[in-house]
Every structure is written in structure tokens, then in C-alpha cells.
């Protein structure tokens, strides 16, 4: 890694004005044209290594699947999900990460979701008369209307319904 040079205003020497950076926008100017010698200018690749620790404390670790939670040091590290890992395998490391005591930087709305439909009970819903029903089951998402549409057809298998269903989910 190079040592970052001090960067210097184009006209440094002139004591009116202050020693901090400016860009240069002259037309001529050397220093715009990165002439050698007439001083640097900031680039990215002056920037600093952006590794620290999260503000927990934790140092971040990147998890792609629930094998990568095995090399954690649940004392010092912590578990950050990566953005292209999908549900079905977020949750399998988010179980896998609660067993093995592991903090999860990034767990989501998952774990929200899941206690709420948790506390869905389907049959409870499907008691009731057509209407009662489809009082009861406006808020609900996708998935939970996939699960009613099939123990309704396991079920009473009311045509109405079913109907119903099958027009909300498209």
C-alpha cells in the first residue's frame, strides 16, 4: 500500500490562502493535467482500508451458507448474511446460527415474519362461514393464502372459496 501524500492546494505558497485541498480547475493548470512534481491529486486509491469492527463490537464475517457459520468465533466475530443469499437459505442460517450462539448483524424482517405467521392459525380462519372468511383473511400475504388455498381443497373445499383465493393470488 503507497503512503498518502499530503495534499496541497495548487497554489500552497501564497500565504493568504489556507493549506487545505482544493481542486484545481484551470484551464493550464499542471496540477489538473497530473503533471509530475506539481503535486497530487486525491484518487480512490489513496482511500483507506475499510475494515473495522461493527459498532457491537463484533468483527464482521461474510456468511453465504450455514457451513461458513462453523468457522466463526462466536466470541469476536459476528455473522453478516450476504445480499444474494435467498430466503429458504437465510433461514436455514439463522437457525443454524441461533443453535450454535452466533450474533447475525443483518437478520432482516425474517425472523418478524415468521413469529407472525406462527401465530396465524389457519384453521381458526377456514372455521367460519364464505364471508367470515374473507373478513378475516384481507391482510394476509401470499404465502398465507397459498396454505388456506390448500387446506380449504383438503378440507371443505368450497367453491366459492377457492375461487376466491385462487383470483387473489392471480
Do not use: C, T
Not at 496541497?8 to 484551470?26: I, M, S, T
Not at 469476536?76 to 437459505?89: D, H, M, N, T, Y
Amino acid at each position: 500500500m503507497r503512503k498518502k501524500p499530503k495534499f496541497k492546494r495548487q497554489l500552497w505558497k501564497l500565504k493568504r490562502l489556507k493549506d487545505v485541498w482544493r481542486r484545481p480547475r484551470g484551464r493550464h493548470s499542471k496540477q489538473r493535467r497530473y503533471v509530475k512534481f506539481k503535486g497530487r491529486m486525491p484518487d480512490p486509491g489513496f482511500g483507506s482500508p475499510n475494515k473495522g469492527r461493527h459498532p457491537s463490537g463484533y468483527w464482521e464475517v461474510m456468511v453465504h451458507n450455514p457451513k461458513d457459520l462453523e468457522k466463526i468465533d462466536k466470541e469476536k466475530e459476528a455473522a453478516r448474511i450476504g445480499s444474494s443469499v435467498g430466503l429458504k437459505k437465510r433461514l436455514e442460517i439463522l437457525k443454524k446460527a441461533e443453535e450454535l450462539g452466533i450474533k447475525v448483524l443483518n437478520p432482516g424482517l425474517i425472523k418478524e415474519k415468521l413469529e407472525k405467521r406462527a401465530k396465524i392459525d389457519y384453521n381458526e380462519i377456514l372455521s367460519g362461514s364464505v364471508s367470515e372468511v374473507k373478513g378475516k383473511v384481507e391482510k394476509l400475504s401470499d404465502l398465507d393464502f397459498r396454505k388456506l388455498l390448500e387446506m380449504e381443497k383438503k378440507g371443505k373445499n368450497r367453491k366459492s372459496l377457492v375461487e376466491y383465493f385462487e383470483k387473489r393470488l392471480g
